[in-house]
């Protein structure tokens, strides 16, 4: 089966970057997504990333994908204490709709 | 953007008694909804997809006599939760995709807390 990871947890400094990283093992993952969840909450999508694609820029995000190492990442510039909150990535291989999470990073910004 | 809704956001109730949650796509069709479940601190475990008109499927492992879950129209799905115990206690969260958004995007309700007594 597919399987998602991500490291448990991630503390910066409000203004700093914040880089959160994830791996995936399937290699027909077409689309990749980045969904945040405040405590308590549902969860919200921030952006995704079709597997053709290297790097996709949002404002503070920026989205790099190595697909050959199976290796996504989420930058946030300037991080701010609003963005204290748990990162999935996810992924998704198309047709079925079936979108597999990764374990969730909790981000923590200290101001 | 697309909403979502689920209620209730939260129930308490007595081990034995069953407990359904609502899943409604507010401004569009949700062609597809899928119901996860989460642990704290852990990530979402998808129980089962449901199509409109369908019958569900469940994930390995997901009992589908335990946790019914009905799709009758493109705005509402329902999990109900039979013969509840306190180790269904969790976190329930829908999704659902269809008319709006792009690329397989889900839109995510707020969760429905479950505590069995």
């Known amino acids: 089966g597919e399987d998602v990871e991500q490291s448990l947890f991630l503390s910066v400094r409000e203004g700093d970057s914040s880089v959160i990283n994830c791996t995936y093992t399937d290699s027909s993952s077409t689309y990749l997504y980045w969904y945040k969840q405040e405590p308590g909450a549902g969860l919200q999508l921030l952006t995704y990333i079709f597997s053709n694609m290297d790097m996709k820029q949002d404002q503070r995000l920026t989205v790099l994908l190595n697909k050959k190492d199976k290796h996504l990442s989420l930058r946030i510039a300037d991080t701010q204490t609003g963005d204290s909150a748990i990162y999935f990535c996810?992924?998704?291989?198309?047709?079925?709709?079936?979108?597999?999470f990764g374990t969730g990073t909790k981000l923590q910004v200290i101001p | 953007g697309a909403v979502v809704s689920q209620h209730p956001s939260w129930v308490i109730c007595k081990s034995g008694t069953s407990v359904k949650i609502e899943c409604r796509s507010l401004?569009?069709?949700?062609?597809?909804m899928f119901w996860y479940r989460q642990f704290p601190k852990q990530s979402l475990m998808l129980m089962a997809t449901?199509?409109?008109?369908?019958?569900?499927?469940?994930e390995q492992g997901v009992e589908k006599d335990k946790f019914l879950i009905n799709h009758a129209s493109l705005t509402l799905s329902t999990l109900t939760v039979t013969s509840a115990h306190p180790e269904d206690s969790s976190f329930y969260i829908c999704?659902?995709?269809?008319?709006?958004?792009?690329?397989?995007?889900?839109?995510f309700g707020p969760g429905t807390r479950l505590t069995v007594l």
């Open positions: 401004d569009f069709q949700a062609t597809t």
């Open positions: 996810a992924e998704n291989s198309g047709g079925y709709q079936k979108v597999t």
């Open positions: 999704s659902a995709s269809g008319t709006s958004g792009k690329y397989n995007e889900q839109f």
């Open positions: 449901s199509n409109e008109g369908s019958k569900a499927t469940y």
